[in-house]
């Protein structure tokens, strides 16, 4: 039996968002259409769920899958179907690549990495200081990750202006070509040259001992720097804007790494619902029954704001604990990032607060420009002064 008062089908997005708000139609839905039918401007219908209980299960229940997606006119936002290499695959083939870089960040390298995520920061820092007042998108929030996920993979920074626009039409999947051949020849250096770096490590695993093959050794690689910096860039832009503007401020560094999980949850990255999940088997969820061969997708974002699970959702509390959000996703696809994100959005964010503790913006509110348009959401440039 569906729940479902409200039989029609919503087309989907429902709004054209707004900066950081997620819509308030999404507490209607989760409350009483939580298995909601939408349609979206390509490919057809799907379900839509917004409980915490259920966006953990379709993230993490093994009846649900991505590769069954692959080769389908999936549901999605934009034109392009989007290769989404790992994230198009289903264990033991994702098992067997997540290991792959599962073992890059063992705790001794995160702790490594950390030391030089504090430095990197640090001489950002001192930069913007020299100035009167800064752009903290331009100047930390995209410089921090860029330089981390280079060092990090071995790709030189000193690229950045060519692989930044290449990154971007890869995440969209408008055009995944340039970024890959990058990656070719980066990888075709390493076999001239083996290198101890992350894509070394790759390469050697595909050459050395067939643990994957070509195509996913490129896609790997591209996708872990385009997601190693987008990602992690907007989020810090965001959060200190957030703060600035929800709490007046920035929080003291030992908040921070609280901090840092609740901005996780308030804060709707995506800018819409992402990558839908392909029923293998008939399961019910709170909603009804979401046959096999039917697509459902998991909104984090509003999952993070069901009143279920968490206390006055729609409020920025910097002490909430626990705190369970999926901002990171849940389950098999958890992101592979997350301690480096992790680590860069605390760095960040405590040695902003040390240094210039009176932060504060440099601009009107109304007068920042948003990013349209991509997969995430963020600022174009974040004026502050201190
Ligand atoms: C604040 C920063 C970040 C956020 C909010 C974030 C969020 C996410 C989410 C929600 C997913 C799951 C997607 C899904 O299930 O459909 C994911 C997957 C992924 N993330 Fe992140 N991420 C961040 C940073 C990073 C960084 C720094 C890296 C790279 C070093 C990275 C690499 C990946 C990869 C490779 C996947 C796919 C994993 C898979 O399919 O199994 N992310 N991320």
């Not at 996913?216 to 720097?225: I, K, P, R, T, Y």
Request: charge should be negative; charged fraction near 25%; proline fraction near 7%.
């Amino acid at each position: 039996m569906r729940v479902s008062t409200n039989r029609e089908v919503r087309s989907y997005p429902f709004t054209e968002y707004q900066r950081l708000e997620l819509d308030p139609v999404y507490d209607y839905i989760r409350e009483n259409e939580p298995l909601c039918r939408v349609r979206l401007p390509y490919g057809g219908e799907a379900w839509l769920v917004t409980r915490h209980d259920d966006v953990r299960t379709v993230l993490v229940d093994s009846r649900f899958s991505r590769a069954a997606g692959v080769g389908r006119d999936e549901p999605r936002v934009t034109p392009h179907v989007q290769p989404r290499g790992m994230l198009d695959m289903d264990p033991p083939d994702l098992t067997r690549l997540r290991k792959l870089v599962a073992g890059t960040f063992t705790a001794r390298r995160v702790e490594r990495l950390r030391t030089r995520a504090v430095t990197v920061t640090t001489d950002l820092i001192d930069r913007m200081v020299e100035h009167e007042s800064a752009d903290l998108v331009g100047d930390l929030a995209v410089p921090l990750p860029i330089t981390m996920i280079c060092e990090l993979l071995g790709v030189p920074v000193a690229d950045r202006p060519d692989f930044t626009g290449w990154a971007q039409t890869f995440l969209t999947g408008a055009d995944t070509e340039p970024l890959l051949a990058y990656m070719a020849g980066l990888v075709g250096q390493r076999r001239e040259r083996p290198t101890d770096d992350l894509l070394g490590a790759l390469v050697e695993a595909r050459d050395g001992y067939g643990k994957l093959t070509e195509h996913e050794l490129l896609f790997l690689a591209a996708g872990l720097l385009a997601a190693g910096f987008e990602t992690t860039a907007n989020q810090i832009g965001n959060s200190v804007y957030a703060m600035l503007t929800h709490l007046g401020g920035l929080v003291p560094p030992k908040l921070v790494p609280s901090a840092v999980e609740e901005l996780l949850r308030f804060l709707p990255l995506a800018a819409t619902v992402g990558t839908p999940r392909w029923a293998v088997e008939d399961v019910t969820l709170s909603g009804g029954t979401v046959r096999a061969g039917e697509a459902v997708f998991a909104d984090r974002s509003a999952a993070n704001r069901d009143p279920r699970v968490f206390r006055h959702p729609h409020r920025l509390d910097v002490t909430r604990s626990p705190n369970p959000h999926v901002g990171l996703g849940h389950g098999i696809h958890y992101c592979l990032g997350a301690q480096l994100a992790r680590l860069e959005l605390q760095v960040a964010l405590a040695t902003l607060s040390e240094r210039l503790p009176e932060l504060r913006l440099g601009a009107a509110q109304e007068s920042l420009t948003w990013r349209t348009g991509g997969a995430l959401r963020g600022l174009v440039a974040l004026p502050v002064a201190w």
